[in-house]
C-alpha cells in the first residue's frame, strides 16, 4: 500500500504527518510507525502525528513517539500539525482542536509563526534538585552549570529511568539562566530516548518551571532550544497558569511517497 505523508519540524522537533480523515492507517501497527519513524530504514522523525475528523472541533490530533507507541500531547507537534491543516486547506488562520489532553486553540498570525494554547497547569511539585509537572506531557525541570557540555542522553535516561518516574517515565529538560526572561534548555524525550532538538511541551513546563521558581517574574518567557527559538506566555492567576500559549515556527519540509 502507497502511503502519502508530508514531513514538517517546529525547532528542529521533527514530525512525519498524515491525513487520516479516511482512517485507512493501521494504527495499532507500532512496528510499522516506529519503522517509517526511523531516520536510516524509514522517513525520519521524532513523532508521527495522524489528521483525523472530529465531530465537535476542526479536527483530531492522534500523537506517537518515535519508538511507535501512542502518547501524551506533543506542543511542536501540535503546533506543526495546525500548519498542515492548513496546507489541506481544514482551517484558515485560527483553530479549535482535540488532543489527548483535550481542546486546544491556535492562530497561525502572519509571519508564519504557530500560536498553540496548552492546558491550564495547576500542580507544580518543588523539589530541593528539580520541579516536575504536567503541560499535556510530564516533565522534569533542573537547572545544570554547563549546559552546553551537559550529557543531556546519558543523564536524561538515567532520571527517566529512575525509581523516580517508574513504568510512565518523564521527559526530562536541563535548564540555564540566560537573563530575567530568557532561558536555554536541552531536552530527553520519553518515547524518543534521546535529546531531541526542541521539546514544547517541555519549553512550556521550563517556563512555567522558572517563574513558580521566582528566576523570573516575567509572563512571557523566551526559550532557546537546539533548534531555534520559542515563546512561552501566561495568565498566572492564585497558583494556576492559564491561557498558557506556545509559540514557534512549524515548517513544511517535504512530502512524498512511501510504500507501507
Ligand atoms: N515525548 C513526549 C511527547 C512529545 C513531546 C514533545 N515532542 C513536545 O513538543 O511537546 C512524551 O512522550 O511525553
Not at 518543588?126 to 551537559?150: D, I, K, M, R
Not at 546519558?154 to 518523564?170: A, D, M, P, V
Not at 521539546?199 to 521558581?213: D, S, Y
Request: with cysteine.
Amino acid at each position: 500500500m502507497q502511503l502519502e505523508f508530508f514531513k514538517y519540524q517546529g525547532t528542529g522537533n521533527d514530525f512525519v504527518m498524515v491525513d487520516n480523515r479516511t482512517k485507512f492507517f493501521p494504527k495499532e501497527n507500532t512496528k510499522l510507525i516506529a519503522q517509517l519513524c526511523d531516520r536510516r530504514f524509514g522517513i525520519g522523525a521524532d513523532g508521527l502525528i495522524l489528521l483525523e475528523n472530529d465531530t465537535e472541533t476542526d479536527f483530531k490530533m492522534v500523537y506517537y513517539n518515535s519508538d511507535g507507541n501512542q502518547s501524551s500531547m506533543c506542543g511542536n507537534g501540535g503546533r506543526c500539525l495546525v500548519a498542515f491543516a492548513k496546507k489541506l486547506n481544514v482551517i484558515q488562520k485560527t483553530t479549535t482542536f482535540m488532543a489527548t489532553d483535550g481542546l486546544h486553540h491556535a492562530h497561525i498570525s502572519d509571519d508564519g509563526l504557530v500560536a498553540l494554547q496548552m492546558i491550564d497547569v495547576s500542580d507544580v511539585n518543588v523539589n530541593p534538585e528539580f520541579v516536575f509537572l504536567n503541560t499535556g506531557s510530564p516533565h522534569h525541570v533542573q537547572l545544570v552549570n554547563n549546559l552546553e557540555q551537559y550529557n543531556v542522553k546519558e543523564n536524561g535516561s538515567q532520571i527517566r529511568y529512575s525509581e523516580l518516574y517508574g513504568k510512565e517515565g518523564s521527559n526530562i529538560n536541563f535548564v540555564n539562566q540566560i537573563d530575567e526572561s530568557t532561558f536555554t534548555l536541552r531536552t530527553y524525550e520519553r518515547g524518543v530516548e534521546d535529546e531531541t532538538l526542541s521539546c514544547g511541551t517541555g519549553a512550556t513546563a521550563v517556563a512555567i518551571a522558572m517563574n513558580v521558581l521566582g528566576k523570573t517574574d516575567s509572563c512571557t518567557i523566551n526559550l532557546n532550544v537546539e533548534g531555534g527559538k520559542l515563546i512561552v506566555s501566561f495568565v498566572k492567576e492564585d497558583s494556576v497558569f492559564k491561557k498558557v500559549m506556545l509559540k514557534g515556527p512549524a515548517k513544511f519540509v517535504f512530502n512524498g511517497i512511501i510504500e507501507i
